[in-house]
């Protein structure tokens, strides 16, 4: 039995014209309807990565095996217009393409789908469990993307937990380019009393669940040249926080863009905007409302939470998109990358002095 995500596509019959179509007889004979009323419409769903962004390094078991299905259903796919380079080792795909095709399918197989699930598990619940105080170990590391980087080794810069506290951050002897830090995070309830805030968070959130854009993973080169990305009618959290933070400051508002992490076993990079209302910064952030609205377990009013309010797994930096969360220059013009892993909390220290066993 497959699962469909709450809020996916519903299936619908491909065009009778076109690539897809007249695969129709193939269709039938491998994986009929799930192939017919999910793969192919997703094929003509996805928005692909402009070709100048480009980078087709996945081979054909890679990406079935990203996506959960078979080589032979892919290689039907590429006829229907997926695209991919041909080589002389068959063909390529671009690693984003494959993911964004994942999402669209609605069938719950596909590595992005299955991450997005557990990330999205914050959404269900109810609200008060959003605020509670939680104490989180985490390991960060920071790496260059360039080969043989001979620049002074990347370091996490440290976190600026939201109303709560870096209860330690030490450099991870183990490990070079990691540190190890533990986080209290707290929520706070909050909401915009303008309409103009509001409309800001709910407008973009429109746009994404009437598919007139288009939610997708995209390459760092594109993520940084977020004007691009807009026109091409994609946006993921650091797109989507350009353009609120641009709206905002055209309407005469202070408004910033932050990055941090959604805490949990394996941290998920995230980026909001915020702007400041009567005093309080308030987070707008509306690409995680779309995203739980795309998950039957997650509450309702999640949507309205995220238009004002922080949620205890949101892990904050004081670094806006065009920052790094770690300190490094590279000569070679790498990019640096820092990941996130939950930890198990550290064992108690052993009693020492007068009254230990």
Request: glycine share 8%; aromatic share 6%; with cysteine.
């Amino acid at each position: 039995m497959t699962s469909t995500l709450a809020g996916a596509p519903r299936p619908v019959a491909p065009r009778a014209a076109g690539p897809a179509a007249r695969l129709l007889p193939k269709a039938r004979a491998n994986g009929g309807d799930e192939l017919w009323y999910h793969w192919l419409p997703a094929v003509d769903r996805i928005i692909p990565v402009p070709d100048e962004y480009r980078s087709p390094r996945l081979d054909l078991a890679e990406a079935a095996r990203e996506l959960g299905t078979t080589e032979e259903l892919l290689e039907l796919l590429v006829g229907a217009g997926l695209p991919a380079a041909e080589t002389a080792d068959g063909p390529r795909f671009d690693y984003h393409d494959i993911m964004n095709l994942g999402l669209s399918t609605g069938l719950g197989r596909s590595l992005a789908e299955l991450g997005e699930r557990q990330c999205l598990r914050l959404a269900a619940g109810q609200p008060q469990a959003w605020l509670t105080e939680r104490t989180t170990r985490i390991r960060l590391t920071a790496t260059c993307s360039a080969p043989g980087c001979d620049g002074t080794p990347p370091l996490p810069a440290a976190p600026r937990p939201e109303g709560g506290r870096l209860d330690g951050f030490a450099a991870d002897p183990n490990e070079p380019g990691s540190v190890i830090a533990t986080v209290t995070t707290v929520g706070a309830a909050d909401a915009p009393r303008s309409e103009t805030v509001r409309r800001i968070h709910d407008d973009l959130l429109d746009l994404l669940l009437t598919g007139e854009y288009q939610y997708s993973w995209l390459p760092d080169a594109l993520r940084e040249r977020p004007a691009t990305a807009w026109e091409n009618r994609t946006v993921d959290c650091v797109i989507a926080a350009w353009r609120m933070r641009e709206q905002a400051r055209a309407a005469g508002l202070e408004a910033r863009t932050r990055r941090g992490f959604l805490l949990g076993l394996v941290g998920v990079e995230h980026a909001w905007t915020e702007v400041l209302e009567d005093g309080r910064w308030l987070p707008l952030d509306p690409v995680l409302a779309f995203l739980a609205s795309r998950h039957k377990a997650s509450n309702p009013d999640f949507s309205r939470f995220t238009c004002g309010s922080f949620h205890n797994r949101l892990l904050a930096w004081d670094r806006s998109i065009e920052q790094s969360l770690a300190d490094h220059t590279c000569p070679h013009g790498g990019r640096v990358r820092v990941d996130c892993r939950q930890l198990p909390p550290a064992p108690p220290s052993s009693p020492v002095g007068p009254g230990a066993p």
